[in-house]
Nanobody
Framework: QVQLVESGGGLVQPGGSLRLSCAAS????????MVWYRQAPGKQREMVAAISSGGLTNYLDSVKGRFTISRDNAKSTVNLQMNMLKPEDTAVYYCFVELGTGPRWGQGTQVTVSS
């Protein structure tokens, strides 16, 4: 029943922008911190950005000032606006929430930053 469905990934040139969205269902969205993770080939998965139920945010140092996480509780959606993208941002991006029943992951969406 719990679902996290990402969209918005794709191929973009360095310096470009993408907006990722995660549509959530099956839990009380407005009560939970939502998180974006990413995983590049050969690297560990890392937290990119998080937003609490109250709107407090945290970011990976390397994306501060370039990425913005936001949420729309009415639509049960969390977004990640990514600007000034760099090749090192290339990764599969995952939506994540920690529920009482355990961690829940989206299927991931590929972001490729390349000329």
């Amino acid at each position: 029943q719990v679902q996290l469905v990402e969209s918005g990934g794709g191929l973009v040139q360095p310096g470009g922008s993408l907006r990722l969205s995660c549509a959530a269902s099956g839990f009380i969205f407005e009560k939970n911190t939502m998180v974006w993770y990413r995983q590049a080939p050969g690297k560990q998965r890392e937290m990119v950005a998080a937003i609490s139920s109250g709107g407090l945010t945290n970011y990976l140092d390397s994306v501060k000032g370039r990425f913005t996480i936001s949420r729309d509780n009415a639509k049960s959606t969390v977004n990640l606006q990514m600007n000034m993208l760099k090749p090192e941002d290339t990764a599969v991006y995952y939506c994540f929430v920690e529920l009482g029943t355990g961690p829940r992951w989206g299927q991931g969406t590929q972001v490729t930053v390349s000329s």
